[in-house]
């Protein structure tokens, strides 16, 4: 099957483009385009892979499912297009930044700076349906984002992982703590981060490791 996606990360997840599940879910994404409003644009879709190629990532930041409003996923986890009004938990992801590092909150809610430095910025599921969180769950992607997760566990070492809500960690739970830095906290939507996701300080964490490493940090 021919999937448009960045070269190095096509290669590297090559096993998953003829697979059963992986065609299955080419289907059925192209039927939901073809017949519903579905985030993020098509094109957009893999956005997390083209801004940061395999041998670049240097950080993951795992979500769960693309904003299901219009106009608000780019492809990048926790990003919104510029323009669009910032997400409750983008915000309190803002105010853990200052808190940690003393960056003062961007007027804009797109992360793709992050991106261009490492940060992979990695949903779960990569589409979902207008209004409808959560709809194209349980359809392969998660299998398809275990194997990106897999193989940068597997092939790198030195990487920072950030995971954060239960989702999350059970999604890295096989990630190595011998070979990385995994950084574990509640989620930052409005419901739980009150309950640890302050104060955890993920992004002075996360460069600490980095310089520990050999590696420059994150200019979050």
Known sequence: MDVRIEPSWKEMLSREWDSDYFIRLTEFVRSEYA??????PAGKIFAAFESCP???VKVVI?????????GQANGLSFSVNPGVDIPRSLQNIYRELRDDLGIEPPASGDLSRWASQGVLLLNATLTVRAASAGSHQGHGW???TDAAIRALADQREGLVFILWGAYAQ???AFINR????VIESPHPSPLSAS???FGSRPFSRANAYLVAHGKTPVQW
């Open 35 to 40: 017949t519903a409003t579905v985030y993020p």
């Open 54 to 56: 395999f041998d670049d």
């Open 62 to 70: 795992l979500g769960q499912d693309p904003y299901h409003g219009p």
């Open 142 to 144: 998660e299998e398809f």
């Open 170 to 172: 059970r999604k890295g």
């Open 178 to 181: 011998m070979k990385h830095c």
């Open 195 to 197: 309950r640890g996701f």
